[in-house]
């Protein structure tokens, strides 16, 4: 576990069977979510979710669902998650495997528009090589 100056708990999260090809395929929104243990995190402390979509663009989502955002970059991503936790700070956790934002995209507004050409550039790029 390793806490930040921002009183922010950054912590693993795992799952067993986990492989490399889940984390680059759809994802399970609903897995990633799941209740949060007790005697892990308080309730009390306001806790995101930051990571990267299959795109490899990062987000970040509170735990109860009610907001998050897309950005292209990880810092943006735990800006966003300090902003909305203010004044007293969050718990982040990375979780290992890929999410899809499930709520409104308060973020970047432009990684709505860049995301389908990451998609065609990959896509292209698969063609290349095969």
């Known amino acids: 576990m390793q806490i930040a100056s921002h009183t922010m708990i ?22 990633c979510f799941e209740p ?3 005697g892990v995190i308080s309730a009390s402390i ?3 979710f930051v990571g990267r979509d299959r795109d490899g663009f990062w987000l970040a989502r509170d735990a ?3 907001t998050g955002g897309i950005f292209l970059l990880k810092s943006s991503a735990l800006a966003f998650a ?6 007293l700070g969050c718990a982040t956790i990375f979780p290992s495997e890929r999410f899809e ?3 409104e995209n308060q973020g970047n507004p432009l990684a709505s528009y860049i995301k389908p050409l990451f998609r065609l550039v990959a896509s292209a790029r698969e063609k ?3």
């Open 46 to 48: 306001p806790t995101f």
């Open 101 to 103: 934002l499930d709520v």
């Open 82 to 87: 300090r902003r909305a936790s203010r004044p």
């Open 128 to 130: 290349l090589v095969s």
């Open 36 to 38: 949060l243990d007790p």
């Open 10 to 31: 950054a912590m693993p999260l795992t799952h067993p069977g986990f492989s490399e090809a889940q984390a680059l395929g759809p994802s399970n929104v609903t897995g």
């Open 64 to 66: 109860k669902g009610e």
